[in-house]
């Protein structure tokens, strides 16, 4: 094996088409991302047709890139990491035909790996290794789950959401205050200048110690509180839309002002991150952790980034948040947890299937 083992990774599994280079697990050699945003735009969201015809349109010439970029050439390599799952079936198996391909031309071995995992390893990608256990906040447009990681390998689940991911949940509330799309990103930057107290919305923490999610209702009461339907929410008492929402005037996006928007936003934005703060707490407690994990589209999120390093300052725990760049979907985090596969001889067949859900 080369004194320098680098693994060529792919990832296709939703609307970006990725391939990159990772030597020995952490160094990112190249790491090439053709995104689609403009694409799924006008439509609000991924339309899944769409997103595999770009893939097949884009994946010869960003693998042809990632390797440009890396230095190193196919002989160099040791082994071909694709998702497999969870995504959109025809979007993975762009990739994953790719992949199967590579590996025999190149005559290395495939390696499967999980996105969802790959996203809480994405931390240790340019950076030092994650020390474990750790608790790993996984929240994406696609995803939002609680995981108890003992090593790159070993993830155990501790929670899910039973209705929509919380980026799912900021594309959908974006989409009410017409703010555009992707919602993650326009939230975050409307709110920086606003009121994260002007609207109460509410915090569903399930019974218990749950460690499961839920934003459904959330996204329900940003609705209900645009529309103007009494009793829904409550305005904070400083907020001067709770004197309007009974004054009779008619209602709807357009009675607000850019700046109420903007509170709405920020509002929203906070319910979502106390939520999520909240259970990444009671996760890591339950387990011991002595790491808190980051990853997925929303771990870019400014605020959530800030409550963690309050939380881990708390907990005395240390925090581990990947840079901006490998939050979004991105083939180095699969590059380098194939590594890790490789390293324990967990290789695939040229039978390896794509799933549309999270098996393991």
Known sequence: MNPATHVFGIESSCDETSCSVVADGRRVLSNVVASQIELHARFGGVVPEIASRAHIEAINPVIEKALRESGVGPGDIAAVAVTNEPGLIGSLLVGLMAAKTLAWVWDVPLIAVNHVYAHAYAAAMDAEPIEYPAAALICSGGHTALYR?????????????????????????????????????????????????????????????????????????????????????????????????????????????????????????????DVLRIKLRRAAKQIGAKTLILGGGVAANTALRQAARQLAEKLHCSLRMPELHFCVDNAAMIAGLGYHYLQSGLTADYDLQAYATVRR
């Open 149 to 273: 990681c003992e090593s790159p390998t070993s993830l155990t689940l501790l929670g899910s959401t039973i209705d929509d991911a919380a980026g799912e949940a900021f594309d959908k509330v974006a989409n009410i205050l017409r703010l555009g799309y992707p919602g993650g990103p326009v939230i975050d930057r409307v709110s920086m200048q606003a009121n994260p107290e002007a609207v109460s919305f509410p915090r569903s923490l399930l019974a218990g110690q749950s460690l499961d999610f839920s934003f459904s209702g959330l996204k329900t009461a940003v609705l209900y509180h645009v529309n103007g339907v009494p009793g829904a929410v409550r305005p904070n008492s400083r907020s001067r839309r709770g004197s309007r929402l009974a004054d009779g005037r008619p209602h709807g996006i357009e009675s607000f002002s850019s700046q109420e928007i903007a509170d709405i936003a920020a509002s929203f934005q906070a319910a979502v991150v």
